[in-house]
């Protein structure tokens, strides 16, 4: 069974601006007017600047949200206000997610005011339920939050509980037991448009419990649109665990991960290599159990004043290798910031491939492997150092074009050629230039092999040439730039033996079929050894 939490931050617009304000400047701003003085956020519509978030004092004062602020001044002339700014509280609100994270991998941003956190199966981590309620409440008030939190088996009944249900601010409801928790709270707590509330409210309903007694058939008969019957039953199935409502989370679960909390938040950079030590050491003998090896781990340091701390390494190969990660994350690691403190270190694996055993033995084959394991250790020391796009590796591309035939990537990039099998061609040269040169050809006949050619102010006689190559142009990839004309390769050999590989690219024939196709040029592409 599932168990979600939902965390309703009741008055997250002011307390992200005071806590924004007290991150700038300090302490100090705790006399700022949000709390001080009638205070209140305001937003611009098309009807004009209306109210958008008051303070305590402001409401007190008769001052509510959606009032125009002309109306709000004439009933307190020393109101303070300040636009609204959405697009801060929205990244404030991710980067609050982000630090929920700490309970539980699965964490989701809900609408502009709260989050979803999915603890199934992590809840033993802080000591159960209660006590993951009870951390979580204390930590949002510490940092300058006022939540309201609710516990449930559904991420519906969960909100419900949240933002409806009275008493304390986090509300826990057994396991099975979502439909007599929610019996008694308003019709509001399904999450209905308005206008279908009021629908409700006409035909007499007032809770949800007097919902779940009317016999579905005879319910959804009762609205005239069949819309809206809909929207009721559908909101009614997602409460009680009828239907689904999956929780899209900002981040995929890792395949693997492992957490340790401190009693009290650790400031000293020696602490975090320790902790690593010991999350590593966990992290890799549960993939060794699984026969599994990470190609990307995350170390994150989650602040006790709400911020989050993280670094990442990638290997080329799977590993699993304690000792060789920790040496990856190591020169990183120093650019971790304690600030106020951490009280809680959270190692992942991203992504996770396959891994056998490995084999001890003193036959070549061994030898051969162990030595593409140091091969990739040092590709993994070097990526991570200098940058991921610092150390390449060249795959087989499916062209014909010889300059397309192999691309580039990142070493530490999975996955590999699309082409397994190179088809049989000609020769080509040992040495292929990077891009091809123009050299002056004189010809025997225009589309027949060289005689003589200069490259580089250099002059060649040539006595021996094989060829042509045909080789048309690939009208259907642009990705690689504009598409070339039909090449002519020959392999030719000069007089002292040297041997080279020159194209002709065009072919007279299509002079007279464009006044716009430029005379056909010869270049050099490599040299045979």
């Known amino acids: 069974m599932k168990r979600i939490v939902s ?41 004009g600047v209306r109210i958008s978030a008051p303070n ?11 009032m125009r602020l002309t109306d709000a001044r004439a ?119 308005p206008d279908v509330l009021l629908l409700l409210r006409r035909f007499g309903f007032k809770t949800i419990g007097a919902l779940c007694e009317i016999p579905r058939a005879s319910l959804y008969r009762r609205f005239p649109a069949g819309e809206a019957g809909e929207a009721v039953l559908h909101r009614l199935d997602q409460v009680l665990g009828l239907a689904s409502e999956p929780i899209v989370p900002l981040q995929a679960a890792p395949d693997y991960f492992e957490r340790i909390s ?27 159990m699984d026969h599994k090896g990470a190609t990307r781990l995350t170390f994150a340091a989650y602040h006790a004043d709400g911020g989050v701390s993280q670094v ?48 001890l033995s003193l036959s070549r084959g061994a030898a ?14 070097l990526s991570n150092r200098l940058g991921a796009g610092s150390v390449q590796r060249i795959l087989l591309h499916e062209s014909h074009i010889p300059e397309r035939a192999e691309i580039r990537v990142p070493a530490l990039r999975g996955g590999a050629s699309a082409v397994t099998r190179c088809p049989s061609k000609p020769p080509r040269p040992f040495r292929l230039l990077a891009r091809p040169e123009v050299v002056q050809v004189l010809a025997e006949v225009p589309e027949g092999p060289p005689l003589r050619f200069t490259w580089r102010r250099v002059a060649h006689r040539v006595v021996r040439a094989e060829g042509p190559e045909r080789i048309g142009p690939e009208w259907w990839d642009q990705s690689f730039g504009p598409v070339h004309r039909t090449r002519d390769y020959y392999r030719v050999e000069d007089d002292r033996g040297r041997r080279f590989w020159l194209f002709r690219e065009g072919l007279y024939r299509d002079q007279g079929s464009s006044k716009e196709e430029p005379l056909p040029t010869w270049h050099m592409h490599g040299l045979f050894a």
């Open 368 to 381: 051969m492997e162990r030595a593409r394991v140091d091969v990739s250790s040092l590709v993994d020391r």
């Open 262 to 288: 401190f009693p009290d938040p650790i400031l000293a950079t020696e602490s975090f290599y320790r902790g690593l030590h010991e999350l590593l050491c966990r992290l890799c003998r549960r993939m060794e």
């Open 56 to 66: 305590a004092i402001a409401r007190k004062g008769g001052v509510s949200e959606g």
């Open 312 to 359: 990442s390494i990638a290997t080329a190969r799977p590993s699993r290798d304690a000792k060789h990660l920790e040496l990856l994350f190591r020169d990183r690691i120093e650019t971790l910031n304690p600030g106020f403190g951490v009280d809680v270190l959270i190692l992942s694996a991203d992504a996770v491939a396959r891994l056998g055993t490995d084999q």
């Open 7 to 47: 965390v309703w931050l009741k008055t997250f617009a002011l307390d992200h601006l005071k806590w924004q304000r007290r991150s700038s400047r300090g302490p100090a701003c705790d006399l700022h007017p949000v709390e001080a003085d009638p205070f209140a956020l305001v937003c611009k519509d098309a009807s």
């Open 75 to 193: 009933l307190l002339p020393t109101l303070v206000t300040e636009i609204r700014d959405f697009e801060a509280e929205a990244r404030a609100l991710q980067g609050l997610a982000n630090w929920c994270r700490r309970y539980a991998p699965v964490v989701s941003v809900d609408g502009v005011d709260g989050l979803w956190i999915d603890i199934t199966g992590a809840a033993h981590l802080c000591g159960g339920e209660d006590a993951l309620l009870s951390d979580l409440g204390k930590r949002l008030r510490t940092i300058g939050f006022a939540s309201r939190l609710g516990l449930a088996d559904t991420p519906g009944a969960a909100w419900a509980i949240a933002r409806f249900h009275g008493g304390r601010e986090a509300q826990s409801v057994p396991s099975g037991d979502v439909k007599t928790a929610l019996s008694l709270l308003p019709l509001a707590a399904l999450r209905l448009d």
